[in-house]
């Protein structure tokens, strides 16, 4: 059986790159809701609703765990995929704990879709954690567009942030958390708008550290082909040409920062 995958785009395909590298002997079912993209502009009501059918979608292939590797879906729907169905479903949420363990005295700046800004679970989180009340939010809904139309030119992308960020001292943050896993594409341009001196995080290492725990208790680990699978809102890709290229960006990243 495989580990499903699930993101309102493309954005999830940044923690799969990495479930890839650390359980490359898995099977993947990754399912991008390209016809519902972006999430972080609609109405809770819309999202619950199409987390749910995906998530049936998938089951009827054949998974074994479910990754929600978007922050959104999971605030709004995580709750009531758990209920449905037994098998280890594992979500996205913010870094918002280990940002405030890792980050000393300056502020943290969370950026994410405005709907995940404003949910209850990102409140309930900065209420559990953010003690000291260093915590900023930011939305970037236009990332996730920028991501699904395949913009990296990094001239424009930093455009867009230092836009967005006028008015802010840069200087007062000592972390940024990308709470949007679409965001992730573009790393390495928030810390060049920030500068070395700010650490940029998201969580897409410790979701999969997480996953691959979950597997390894529960005996559901296994040696299989390594193989993806893609759709697009229920409609099976035939030619994966798309995504290779986003994993290709990825892995190009990864090795330059590894270098």
Do not use: W
Not at 28 to 40: K, L, R
Not at 116 to 132: G, P, W
Not at 224 to 240: C, L, T, W
């Amino acid at each position: 059986m495989s580990i499903g995958f699930f993101d309102s785009g493309v954005g999830g395909i940044t923690v799969l790159a990495e479930a890839l590298k650390q359980l490359p002997r898995e099977n993947y079912i990754y399912y991008a809701d390209t016809d519902h993209v972006p999430y972080g502009t609609k109405s809770k009501e819309q999202v619950k609703r199409f987390v749910l059918e995906a998530a049936e979608f998938m089951v009827a292939q054949g998974i074994k765990a479910l990754v929600v590797a978007c922050n959104t879906a999971t605030s709004i729907a995580i709750n009531d995929l758990r209920a449905k169905y037994s098998f280890p479903i594992l979500g996205m949420e913010p870094a918002v704990k280990p940002a405030v363990e890792k980050n000393g005295s300056k502020r943290i700046l969370v950026t994410a879709t405005p709907l995940t800004l404003r949910e209850e679970k990102y409140q309930n989180l900065i209420a559990k954690f953010d003690k000291d009340h260093m915590v900023d939010g930011l939305a970037l809904p236009e990332l996730v567009e920028f991501a699904e139309n395949f913009v990296f030119d990094s001239n424009i992308i930093q455009s867009y942030l230092l836009q967005k960020l006028e008015g802010y001292d840069l200087s007062v943050y000592g972390t940024v958390v990308l709470g949007c896993t679409h965001f992730s594409f573009y790393k390495d341009c928030f810390r060049k708008v920030f500068g070395p001196g700010t650490l940029v995080i998201d969580g897409g290492v410790g979701t999969v550290n997480h996953l691959k725990k979950v597997l390894t208790d529960r005996g559901l680990c296994q040696d299989a082909e390594g193989k993806v699978i893609f759709y697009s809102s229920g409609r099976k890709q035939p030619d994966n040409t798309k995504y290779a290229q986003y994993l290709k960006i990825l892995q190009v990243a990864n090795s330059a920062s590894q270098a």
